[in-house]
Nanobody
Framework: VQLVESGGGLVQPGGSLRLSCAASGFTFSDYDMSWFRQAPGKEREMVASINYAGGIINYVDSVKGRFTISRDNAKATVYLHMNSLKLEDTAVYYC?????????WGPGTQVTVSS
């Protein structure tokens, strides 16, 4: 299993970013996927999940209405569209196979929201 996140950066409050996660080493279309984030000094938390077919999606309350998770099974890629970013969204963002906590973590992508 290999997951490589990209798309992070520095953005002002209220701005937008689209994160991508390229997956390999497994049959991507068979697995549910999640996005996690870890802010400095805090535990890693799951912010969004999507089932293998893209029809069942869940968000943590703090990002509902602002973040959208999607996937392209043909490209083995999962996305996180982030709008109306807030200072508290600053974190390293990771994708991961849902329900497989023993999988390796990718390098993550840093999102910094700052004025």
């Amino acid at each position: 299993v290999q997951l490589v996140e990209s798309g992070g950066g520095l953005v002002q409050p209220g701005g937008s970013l689209r994160l991508s996660c390229a997956a390999s080493g497994f049959t991507f279309s068979d697995y549910d996927m999640s996005w996690f984030r870890q802010a400095p000094g805090k535990e890693r938390e799951m912010v969004a999940s999507i089932n293998y077919a893209g029809g069942i999606i869940n968000y943590v309350d703090s990002v509902k209405g602002r973040f959208t998770i999607s996937r392209d099974n043909a490209k083995a890629t999962v996305y996180l569209h982030m709008n109306s970013l807030k200072l508290e969204d600053t974190a390293v963002y990771y994708c991961h196979r849902r329900w497989y906590p023993g999988d390796p973590w990718g390098p993550g992508t840093q999102v910094t929201v700052s004025s």
